[in-house]
């Protein structure tokens, strides 16, 4: 998320405490943003469509086949996504910028053959029950958030964050206006004006891409040609995404856990609200998170590499070398405040939040794990980024290796044991990774200078 | 020019050349050559030091039937190989190339038994390899701690490659110890990277090794650092060239190649010097009193015969200069002296004998400054030509250069009965006015004048050429000091007996 720093800064500049909350709260909208709001619309279209009298199977149906298609969609676009990432950053580094566009309509391209092949071969062998119109539609819509998770991702690499989340207000302002406009249609109905507000969504993107960079041509393959194919970022990708996904996947399919909904998608209650009702409660961490990152961090992070390159002093050099080290201590730190005070607060508030909501207590464990569960998330997240930034891919390959396999192994063990440990799998994992994690960029850090100089090419 | 590379005959001398022969033309090269000629009876293999292979063309001389073999070695060409791969390195290697450095640091002999250690260190494949030296962390807390400890230079990452550009090309040569040519005796031309496998070859293969230095390398380092592909990004380094940089970084390298000199010394035996003066400076660098050997250069005394015998004691006016036309020769002050001769002897002239087109900008420069200074009529530039044809028409010898060895040109112009003027550079006053104390009393074959100085250059010539008493005693003492002192016959004589010394 390259180019925010500049306009926190401004606000950090002010001076105030006023401007430091604005700068965190717009921090906050930014990094948590896109994930809220999809959560919360497709959560709205439910509870209001249940208060129109559309029949609960087709609302449940509804939701659990966009939970579904929001997970696999995102699996399947990890492939992919950080690696096109690192395309761009190279071509604008090589300032081929004319070659960027190209890229991105191929990549939507290449995207919406694959996505619409694997979609449509899926739905046609294991929905057979289900109507040609519903069929259709979820080839569609998964289509459409393949795509439409490619041009997120890219377009946060611009630095309009704020017409990103006003792209997101609208696009799922539009998903809930057309839901319930279509809901006499049912299922059928409200996966139709789904897709009408994630097209619209897209399309919003679409210009703003369009609008920042020149074309020289209007489509180009590059990002396919194997030199600029890095293998470690497409596992990566993947298992970043499977990681935070494999327990819910398992959860979903094990017949104690879960009931069947809609054709052979499963869907399990006890475990998926909780944790839905959970990813709201990481703005706090998100926001911090992208401050320190985006200024400190980078700041440093700049001023070393310049030091570098322009032939500064070793002292100058690892003295930049601790302030980066210094801010991303620094990061966790308040990350670990900030987002442990949220959790302290969610605590206490839970029990009235559950019933607020009408939700049973049976699920407040499950909440109480989950919290903290993603606040440990929020940690790992930052760890990624950092590893990131210093180009240690096969670190952050360990990392979400470890993430996929513990995630996996010990939800495993859990749905063996009491539904009192449900939650702490996804929790355990979180944490071990966490801990690894700080591990790896402890030792990164000790060794920085000896990376930067011996190990170039 | 291809050598059959005959494996079953071992030469009986390798000679260690970095940059120079065959490949490169010049006065060592030259030598070199005279050497392999004057000397049929022994055979020779080369093992020729370059940079990269780009910066060279084809062989320039015609290779004389007793080198059997010819190898080459590109020291500053990047192993397409090497990956990075991070690693420790081993602690106990690195102790010992701080003591090695510490010694060096304190301007200490190095003592035999750490050099000959860490020579096999280098030379078995595992503990002191290029990886390790490239990759490992020890390696690179070594040139961490050096830079804060001793380094004023303010970047980094210049020292940084200058530290991996001038060591790299060690591991190069310890990686071919076992490719060399075989042979009985190893004979470095110069101290440097050739001088460093010399001494390698000495101490991993036990075989004889001998110097003969001609210059002062870490003067005449032919091989240019900036010429590395090692690196992909040397930062501001080489940009301006190494040599412009002052200080620290300057320093370094040059400490560098006096420590390689030193290991040089402490194999080599004898070590050979040119001159009386260039023995004494190899003294101070730390070659042993004992060891040093003074062999000046020959030259083929029949060949000037006749030039000699045709030459009248009533000398033309003419001053010949030759020698190639680039700025380091100084033509331009020649050109000017010429100039101030001709205000007192207007039918003096000036010829300019030698290639003009290594610097083209340099020679129109020059001609420009004759025209300027109205010596359309004195000055003549008449390119590459035979000397033997020209040196007759000459009445004197004048050199300007700002740097020289020691120029054959001076004893061509000696054994032809030709006195010369030449700037106080290189060997140029030992040859003048003698070398050893016996030499100098034979008395001056010419004059001796300061750098860029037009004027002393105009007045020695226009004394010479006007006192016929003057010029007279010169020719004599020029062609007394030749025959005695540079006759080829004794330099081939020299050689042949160190060379059977070694052999045997």
Redesign the interface.
Known sequence: MAGIGFELRKYLESDSYLGALKAYGYAGIIGAGPWILSILGVMLVGILSVSMQVDAHSVISFLVSVTWLMASSLMVTGFLLLVFIRFVADRMFEKADAIILPNVVGLLLFSTLISGGLASLVLWLYFPDQSIFYRILMVANFVALCNMWFAVIFSSGMKQYHLIITAFCLGYLTVVVSALSLQHKGLEGLLTGLLIGHCTLLFFMLVLIFREYPGSSFVRFDFLKRKNIYLRLIFIGFFYNTGIWIDKLLFWMDPATSEPVIGPLRASVIYDLPIFLAYLSIIPGMAVFLVKIETDFVEAYDNYYRAVREGATLQKIERFSKEMRQSVKEGFSQICKVQGLTVVMIFILAPAIINWLNISPRYLNLLYVDIVAVALQVILLSILNVLFYLDRLTAAFCLTFLLVVSNGLLTLITLQLDPVYYGFGFCGSMLISSVVGIWILRRTFDKLEYHTFMLQN | MNIPKDKQKQADICLLLESTYPYVRGGVSSWVHQLINGLPDFTFALFFIGSTRDDYDEIRYELPDNIIDLQTLYIMERDANL????HKGDKTVYAQLEQMHNHFRDGNRLPPELFSSLTRLLAAPRELSLKNF????Q??EK??HD??QYCDH?????Y?WLIRTIHLPLFALASVVNKVPKAKLYHAISTGYAGFLGSLMHRVHDKPFMLSEHGIYTKERKIDLAKTTWI?DQ??LFKTGMDEHIGYLRTVSIHFFEALGKMTYAASQPIISLSEANREKQIIDGASRDKTVVIANGINLTRFEPIRKSRSNNPPPVLGFIGRVVSIKDVKTFIRAIRILCNHLPEAEGWIIGPEDEDQEYADGCKTLANNLDLQNNIKFLGFQNIDTLLPQLGLMVLTSISEGQPLVILEAFASGLPVIATDVGFCSGMILGDSEEDRALGAAGVITPIADPSATAHAARELLTEPGKWKTARQVAEARVDRYYDESLLFERYRERYNKALN
């Open positions: 990956t990075p791969r991070a490239l990759y490992s962390e390696s690179w040139i961490r830079y804060l303010p970047s980094f990452i210049d940084f992909a930062g501001n």
